[in-house]
């Protein structure tokens, strides 16, 4: 058990570095209306992950054990690593046509003590970190706790409960790539980024609303309907945080994506043990999904606002007006 533990430890430490180094391709390549887009699509290979590993590993144990599983999904984990890296090893291939759009000091490469604290000075900084809080948690408590929900409260077996919760999973690729798309359409006629963005996560806020009564639905296939609606909401809504946290700074893209992954895992981590004490001590699952409907709201006023200063930042370059502080901007 020991080893296994420390296993999944350093598993998780190598899937910590896929979105830092996922986001600085997407920044080097693409401008800021298209990367919402491109960060759903590679975001939604995690769902589509989760969809189909119960049909690969499960035929895999029953046949040759669970080792063998476990070695087959790690080879072939260590076969895309090795694909990552011939495909990514040139930076300049990767560097996208409008990149000279940036000047020197967005392109420039500062000490990592400098890059600290020109991201902390940023107050976009702080309320992305405020997104990360209440958009991640959501996320885990829908895929780690609903199996759960659907075998302790609805009945299921735990077979059922598990194959019952894939819609979820299919949700969460139809929100990551529709919530970058819709922003990728409304721009192309016309929108600004701010008002797109705004508009795409301000309706998806709004659709993980009725989520606060999944619990209280005597239809389970309703509740189901109804967090895949929010887990889709949600995914939309994080494909368009991870494109806004590219804009605090180009230069340092996987720095800022680290530290607020970092710190959305950890609130993810901290409230977990409480869902659990909450359930025990209640016996049912209400106030979870209350909190799971209303946090996004908070989230989406953090985004909002972040767009208000980065719109705000452009119009001081534009115009010469000296800034307050001193931060990149795509």
Partial sequence: PHALAWTRRVLGLGEAFNWPCALRVTANMLPPEDRGLANGIFTSGSAMGAFLAPFIITPLAQAFGWRTAFFVIGALGAFWVLLWWMATRDPDALRRIGTDDYGP???????????????????????????????????????????????????????????????????????????????????????????????????????????????????????????????????????????????????????????????????GATVNPFIGQY??????????FVVLALFPLIGMSALLAFDAIVVRRRLRQQTGEKEPYRADSP
Wanted: hydrophobic residues 50%; glycine residues 12%.
């Fill in 279 to 288: 359930v025990d001590r209640t016996g049912h699952y209400h106030l979870v």
């Fill in 105 to 267: 000091e967005e392109r420039a490469r500062p000490s990592l003590v400098a890059e600290i604290t020109k991201m902390l000075r940023h107050p976009g900084f702080w309320l992305l970190l405020l997104v990360a809080c209440t958009i991640n948690p959501c996320t885990y408590v829908i895929a780690d706790w609903i199996p759960k929900y659907m075998h302790d409260q609805r009945g299921f077996g735990l077979v059922s409960a598990g194959l019952i919760s894939a819609p979820i999973f299919l949700g969460t690729d139809v929100g990551n790539i529709g919530g970058g798309g819709l922003v990728k359409y409304l721009t192309s006629r016309g929108w600004s980024l701010r008002r797109a963005r705004g508009t795409v996560v301000g309706i998806a806020s709004l659709l993980v609303l009725p989520a606060a009564g999944a619990s209280y639905t005597d239809s389970p296939y309703l509740c189901v309907a109804l967090l895949v609606i929010a887990m889709t909401a949600l995914a939309a809504i994080g494909a368009n945080y991870l494109a806004a946290l590219q804009d605090i700074s180009f230069a340092s893209v996987g720095l800022v994506a680290g530290f607020l992954g970092a710190f959305g895992n950890v609130v």
